[in-house]
C-alpha cells in the first residue's frame, strides 16, 4: 500500500497575527475614565436626538425634513459646504506650502492672520464681514442678503482647517526622497503627485473634514451678513434654531439627524479617497 503526497502549486496563506492585549489595571481605569466622558459628551447627546427625532415618528421626520423650506436650507447648507471644502483643500495646501517652503518678509505675520478666525467669536467674524462686505463695504463688494454670504462666511470661518493640519506633516517631510526623484528624471508634479501627495493626504483628508464640519454647523459668523432670507439665504442651523423657538424639538432634531447622517457620509468618503491616494503614492 503505498502513500501518494498531493502537492499543491498554490502559495500559502499567511494568517494574520493574532493581536494580543496587554491591557493592565490602570490601562483598563484610563479607558473606563475616556469611555464615559467620550459617552457623556458625544455619544449620549447624540443618541437623545436621535431619540427625540423618533418622537413624532416616521412619518413626521419625512415631513419636516422634505418641508420645502427646510430641504432649500438643507441643500444650501451642504453645497455650500462641499464647495468651501473643494476650495480649502486646494487654497490651504497652497498657503501651507508657501509657508513651510518659501521664506519672505511678512512670513509670522501672516502665520497669526491665518488663526484669526479660531480667535474671533463667531458673531465678532460675522460683524467684520458685514463691515467689509455689507451695504457700506469700504471694498466695494455688497453680497448682503446674497447666497454669496453664505459661501464667503463658511470660507472665513474654516480657512485655518487645512492649513493647520498640513503645514507640520510638511514641516517634517524629508527633502531628500524629493532630490532623489529629482535626480531619476522625475518631473515636480511627478514628485508631488507620487511622493508629497501620499505622504499630506491623511492631514488635508483630516483637514477637509473638520472644514465640512465647521460649515454645516456655522451660524454666529453669516447670521447678520445672509439675512437669513427663507429659500434664499437661509442654512439649517437658523432653522434649527427657529424650530426650537418655536417649541418644535422634534423637527429641529429631524434637521439635526439629517446633517449628522450626511456629515458622517462625507468623512466616511473622505476617508475612502485618502486611502485610495496614499495605496496609488
Known sequence: MST???TSDRPAVSRRPILSTNLNLSSGIGLGIAMIWFSLLVLIPLCAVVITASEGGWSNFVT???????AHAIRLTVFTAVAVTVVNVFMGTLIAWVL???RFWGRGFLEVLIDIPFALPTIVAGLVLLSLYGIDSPLGF???NQPSSVFLAYLFVTLPFVVRMVQPVLEELEHDVEEAAFSLGASRFTTFRRIILP??????TAGAALSFARGVSEYGSLVLLSGNLPYRTEVTSVRILGSIENDNAAGAASVAVVLLAISLAVIVVLDIIQRRVARRG
Open 4 to 6: 501518494s503526497t498531493i
Open 142 to 144: 455688497d453680497v448682503a
Open 100 to 102: 513651510v517652503r518659501d
Open 64 to 70: 419636516t425634513v422634505t418641508n420645502p423650506q427646510t
Open 199 to 204: 505622504s499630506l493626504a491623511p492631514a488635508i
